[in-house]
């Protein structure tokens, strides 16, 4: 598959049972992003979509303390699509609906559900751990579906390694980008001033970047104002 990226489960590593899928970068990250997003999150209602959702644990552990909001999980990937059902399954989750078959890097990706329904514009559009080990397109398609469907107090919130003025955070992130790059040349660590250049070409202008554990960072953006 074109630009496709890694694949959880292929170590051999399961969770419990079924196609629950176990990603160890999970359980060191999932408390340090639910700290950031549930600062907007908290106490709201509407949809969130999660793009590249991977093995479903980030949504159903986010969707566990946002009663209000419903949660749509996408994917790519079979395994995973069928991992974060069965993650949501297993959760008991009344606010997180059945994934979404999305590919990112089309540009005209839509939310629509294969049962005709899908959300309403979008309280938010999340995405960890995805941009970088893709190709850019993947970045573009995914910034402009946020940008159609956010609704005018929505964020965009990018998760992950990033370079910041042209120049690596720390060695292991430059470490990881070369790794990326050897694996395809068409993935690497993005720079945090290429996103923004490329999130304000679709209307979405950078309000925050939150340094996170690991030389990850969080970038949220908004609609620009008028
Ligand atoms: C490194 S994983 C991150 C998964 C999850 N967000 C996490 O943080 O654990 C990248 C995910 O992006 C998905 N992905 C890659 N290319 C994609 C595309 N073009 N459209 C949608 N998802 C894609 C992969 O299937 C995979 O689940």
């Given at each position: 598959m074109t630009g496709f990226t890694v694949e959880f489960g292929k170590n051999g590593r399961r969770a419990e049972s079924g196609d629950r899928l176990d990603a160890a970068a999970f359980h060191r990250n999932h408390q340090a992003i639910w700290a950031v997003l549930e600062k907007f999150l908290r106490g709201k209602t509407g949809d969130v979509v999660e793009a590249g959702?991977?093995?479903g644990q980030h949504v159903v552990f986010f969707a566990r303390q946002t009663p209000g909001i419903t949660w749509w999980p996408s994917d790519l990937n079979d395994n995973h699509l069928r991992s974060i059902a069965a993650w949501t399954a297993h959760e008991q989750l009344v606010n997180v609906r059945r994934p979404l078959r999305i590919d990112?890097?089309?540009?005209?990706?839509?939310?629509?559900?294969?049962?005709g329904r899908g959300p309403g514009a979008l309280l938010a559009v999340f995405c960890a751990n995805v941009i970088h080990i893709a190709p850019w397109r993947v970045a573009e398609g995914l910034i402009a579906g946020a940008a159609r469907y956010l609704r005018p107090d929505g964020r965009l919130f990018l998760y992950g390694p990033f370079r910041r003025d042209g120049r690596h955070t720390a060695p292991s992130n430059a470490a990881f980008d070369a790794s990326l790059r050897d694996n395809d040349p068409e993935w690497g660590v993005r720079d945090v001033d290429e996103v923004v250049a490329l999130a304000q070409r679709h209307g979405l202008r950078l309000t925050k970047i939150v340094d996170m554990p690991a030389n990850n960072l969080i970038l949220t953006f908004e609609r620009h104002a008028g």
């Open positions: 959702s991977g093995t990112l890097s089309s540009p005209e990706w839509f939310t629509e559900a294969s049962d």
